[in-house]
T-cell receptor, first 115, second 117 residues
Framework: GAVVSQHPSRVICKSGTSVKIECRSLDFQATTMFWYRQFPKQSLMLMATSNEGSKATYEQGVEKDKFLINHASLTLSTLTVTSAHPEDSSFYIC???????????FGQGTRLTVV | AQTVTQSQPEMSVQEAETVTLSCTYDTSESNYYLFWYKQPPSRQMILVIRQEAYKQQNATENRFSVNFQKAAKSFSLKISDSQLGDTAMYFCAFKRGSGAGSYQLTFGKGTKLSVIP
């Protein structure tokens, strides 16, 4: 199957700093990418949907100024957590899809710890 | 809005036995897709099986099969000959077939399956 690569897999940052997470589709063009947050022992919560070349659509309750999403190319989307705080510590997962009725492929996830 | 309900937070099964995970959903759509995803301890989401709502035949992938009851809005996953590597969280997911939001997956809360040696 198609591969979605997410980096870094783990990151520790200091409170108040920003951290960028990358999501790349390695062997297909991802017209749409998704960013999820997963709390321990819970399901995936959709944060935002991004289409290449346009602004991301954020889910209700997700601060767009805090979680900056850029989808500048058909193979790369980035999530930047700005001014991170300990409550932003979580597992973040990206997913990419080539079209509406194609399979969604997931990255390996990023465990963010803010200290 | 669509909702997906997994009523079994945790389940266990003896190795080589069969287990069924339950999932119900609520939608007014007629065209949609249903999925089961597996998330092992590595936390990589892996597609297990997919079902198109317009297909009456239940999907099957090797040891994994579904019981899709459209009228009852039920989509259970049966794992036969359970293996230790099946130990994981299993998420049921729904996707609209067309229109707004048709790119998005709606996930249930998950069922933690433990396969016991």
């Amino acid at each position: 199957g198609a591969v979605v690569s997410q980096h870094p897999s783990r990151v520790i940052c200091k409170s108040g700093t920003s951290v960028k997470i990358e999501c790349r589709s390695l062997d297909f063009q991802a017209t749409t990418m998704f960013w999820y947050r997963q709390f321990p022992k819970q399901s995936l919560m959709l944060m935002a949907t991004s289409n290449e070349g346009s602004k991301a659509t954020y889910e209700q309750g997700v601060e767009k100024d805090k979680f900056l999403i850029n989808h500048a190319s058909l193979t790369l989307s980035t999530l930047t957590v700005t001014s991170a705080h300990p409550e932003d510590s979580s597992f973040y997962i990206c997913s990419a899809r080539g079209g509406p009725n194609t399979e969604a492929f997931f990255g390996q996830g990023t465990r963010l710890t803010v200290v | 809005a669509q909702t997906v309900t997994q009523s079994q937070p945790e389940m266990s099964v003896q190795e080589a036995e069969t287990v069924t995970l339950s999932c119900t959903y609520d939608t007014s759509e007629s065209n949609y897709y249903l999925f089961w995803y597996k998330q092992p301890p590595s936390r990589q989401m892996i597609l297990v099986i997919r079902q198109e709502a317009y297909k009456q035949q239940n999907a099957t992938e090797n040891r994994f099969s579904v019981n899709f009851q459209k009228a009852a809005k039920s989509f259970s996953l049966k794992i036969s000959d359970s293996q230790l590597g099946d130990t994981a969280m299993y998420f049921c997911a729904f996707k609209r077939g067309s229109g707004a939001g048709s790119y998005q997956l709606t996930f249930g809360k998950g069922t933690k399956l433990s396969v016991i040696p």
